[in-house]
Structure formats: C-alpha cells, structure tokens
C-alpha cells in the first residue's frame, strides 16, 4: 500500500519482490524492551528518541527513496538528538599517551562518529540477513564488554538490541520475506553507535577505542574498501555498485547462504578477539605483561590476521582468479592466455562480472 517493496535490480542480490520498513519492527521491539528493563532518563531518552528520529527518516526513504543529501541531514538530525542529551565522547585513553581530552569538539566528533557508523551499517545491508546477523554478533559482544566494564545500562540496551535484531533475523534469513530497509539498517547503525559510547567509550579502560573498531570491522573494511574503489574511479561515492565484499563473494558462486555464513564466521572471530582483549588477563593494573596469556593473545590475534586473510585475499581474489579463468576459457577456446590474464585482471579491478557458476 505504501509502495516500500524493494524490486529486484541489478546491483542487488533480491530475486523477488520483497517489502521494506521492517526496521519499523526493530524499534518496536527495542522500545518495548527498554521501557521494561531501562530507567527512563536523560540519555536513554536521548538514544531512543534518535532511534525513533532515524527509523521515521529510513522509512522516508524507503518509500519515497530520498536523495542522499536529504539522508545525511537526516541521519545528522537524528544522531544529534542523543549527543544532546549527554551521549558524547569528552576524552578517551590511549595507551603510552594516557587521557586525551576533545574538549568542545567532543560533541561534534561523537556526531561524526555516530552518522559513520549509521552509513557503514546501512552499505553492508546488501544481501538477505546479513546486516542483521552482523548487528546481532555486534550488540552481543557489546553487551558482555560493557557489563564487565561497569556499564551495566549500556549492556542492557545491547542486550536488547541484540535481541531485537535476532528476532528480525528469523524474517530476513535467505529467502527473506521482509527487507529491514534504511529504516533498519540506520536504526541499528545509530543504537551500536550509542552503545559503543555508552558502553566502551565513556569508560577509562586504556583499549576503550579498540572495542568498536574490532568488533564492528567487517562493515568497517567492507565500506572503506567500497568508498576507496568509488574514489579512485570516480563514481560518487552514494552511488551503488557490486564491489561490496558480498557482491564480490556472490561473484565467485557463492549462495547467498554461504556468503553470509563466511562474514558471521568473521564477525565472530574479531567479536572474540574483542572478548578476550577485554576477559583474559594477559596484563596486571601496572601494564606488565603475562607471558602466558600474552602468547593465547598473540594467538588469538593471529587468528584473527588469518581468518582475514583466508576471507579477502584466498576467498575473493584467488578463488576468482583461478575460476575466471576457468570459465574464460569454456566460453572462449581460442582466447589466448595473455587475453586471459588482462580480462581477470580487469575484472578484478572493476567488480563488474557475471557471477561465476
């Protein structure tokens, strides 16, 4: 009735018709869970009131399809509602260099802060479920870190985040029968933001910064390499293509299914790596080290390189290479080898093909 039905295109991985503005159920869920388990003050209300701000916003655009000048002042309108109520980075600190103070730019920056998150969470949201699972491995881990830092507030609402993007999860998993739509994806984009503020920022605990960063780095990676590529060729970078890594994985044959299987998996292992930097005592409160934690954290970092690595460099580009110029060679015979090599490197570098089968 409202029109807010995403049809399939070419960018896309949506093979039917599929309504948006499920993010409007997510923010139910949140309010109804926060006025059971959450004092109602200042900064709670600020957060939630955001939320309600930006989910409205997304469905604006779900179903009117807003110009991205439009969306940014929207998520900037709505990213300040919190900042004035008391959501705001004023310091952090960093190891070596102890407290580093913002002073009057801590209101500006967090509102940065807060819209970046907004956007990464809202590119990734590309394909059934995936935006979704990642936010719920995301608010998990921000609910456990915040608990044992003392932010028990904060815990609760990624808890309940965590929540209510799982019980959206039941709906969106491939074949979704409903698209959160920017209403979602801005949604849970702004209330991780928060959390992580909430949660890990406002804190003293020395690797405060790193939480997020961690946690949140695959839509991190995904959009800084999607922006970079935009960059370098020129294209707008609110312009969509397929050069996101689910795009990429689709490309190379994989269902989408397994594609979302392989990015929870990584989630996963940074979520823990995140976890252990936080749960395992590799140092004592005067910074000496613990050789043996030390080497599990070493260990675990490791794994955490590798599992990267395995991901972007062995998954997408090696993987790609050897079944492009499989395929290449089955559509064409006579294609030299050197014809060959020049077209997957092309490809490589544009990410417009057809999928691999």
Known sequence: MLGAVDQPRERGLAQTPTPRLGGTA????????????????GELRGILGGAAAIAAIGALDDVYEL??????AGQFLAGLIPVLAGVEVSNVTLPFLGAVS???????????????????????????????????????TFA??????????????AAITAGAALGFLFYNFH?????????????????LACIAVQGTLKTNAVIALVFPLVILAVPFLDT?????????????????????????????????????????????VLAGLALALRLIPYSDDRGN???????????????????????????EILKFRRLRERQLRRLDPDTTEQEIVAAVARDLETGEFDALR
């Not at 997510?26 to 003050?41: K, M």
């Not at 990464?120 to 935006?131: H, T």
């Not at 960059?231 to 397929?242: E, L, S």
């Open 289 to 315: 080290l613990h050789a043996g934690w030390s080497a599990v954290m070493v260990g675990l970092g490791l794994l955490a390189l590798a599992a990267s690595v395995y991901l972007v460099l062995v998954l």
């Open 67 to 72: 110009g991205p000048g439009p969306k940014l």
């Open 144 to 157: 456990v870190i915040a608990v044992d830092l003392g932010r028990g507030e904060a815990g609760v609402l």
């Open 102 to 140: 913002f002073g009057d730019l801590g209101g500006p920056l967090t509102l940065v802060g807060l819209v970046a998150v907004m956007n990464v969470v809202n590119l990734s949201d590309g394909v059934d479920g995936l935006a979704a699972g990642v936010c719920a491995i995301a608010a998990a």
């Open 175 to 191: 074949p979704a029968s409903v698209f959160m739509g920017d209403s979602g994806s801005n949604l849970l984009g702004l209330l």
């Open 224 to 268: 800084g390499f999607v922006v970079a590529k935009r960059i370098k060729h020129g294209r707008p970078i609110h312009q969509g293509d397929r050069w996101h890594f689910h795009h990429r994985l689709a490309n190379i044959g994989f269902s989408q299914r397994r594609t979302v299987a392989y990015l929870y998996a990584w989630t996963l």
């Open 26 to 41: 997510i923010l139910a869920g949140v309010l109804v869970a926060a006025a059971v388990w959450l004092p109602w003050d």
